[in-house]
């Protein structure tokens, strides 16, 4: 049983940058494919970024192309989401979770608030 935990979140003002992790105890993320979600207040839950198990890539949901990047130290069994240039509409609780994600697997998310 995977138990996955994020950090890094806050306040920032627009512009910023913060760097995400999610640090996964109880087994190994070896492979997982690995995604960074979040969901804003009033909306459904989204992927925003995936890293592969396999060869390393990555995706991106159109609106943080730029400006997020996803990645994972695997002796660390932790994903990271460096977000920079960050915006208003950026604002939500961000999760990590596997690719498809499991249910089991919900953390509580660390909220980001970014402020204009």
């Known amino acids: 049983q ?5 950090s890094g979140g806050g306040l920032v003002q ?11 105890s109880g087994r190994t993320l070896s492979g997982y494919n690995m995604g960074w979600y979040r ?15 396999v ?5 991106y949901v159109d609106s943080v192309k730029g400006r997020f990047t996803i990645s994972r130290d695997n002796a ?3 994903v990271y989401l460096q977000m920079n240039s960050l915006k ?3 604002t939500a609780i961000y ?10 697997y919900w953390g509580q998310g660390t ?4 402020s204009s």
């Open 111 to 114: 909220q980001v608030t970014v």
């Open 39 to 53: 969901q804003a207040p009033g909306k459904e839950r989204e992927l925003v970024a995936r890293i592969t198990w």
């Open 55 to 59: 060869s390393g890539s990555t995706y």
């Open 76 to 78: 660390k069994n932790t």
């Open 88 to 90: 208003p509409e950026d």
């Open 14 to 24: 627009a512009g910023g940058s913060l760097r995400l992790s999610c640090a996964a």
């Open 95 to 104: 999760y990590c979770n596997a690719v498809p994600a499991l249910i089991r």
């Open 2 to 6: 995977v138990q996955l935990v994020e």
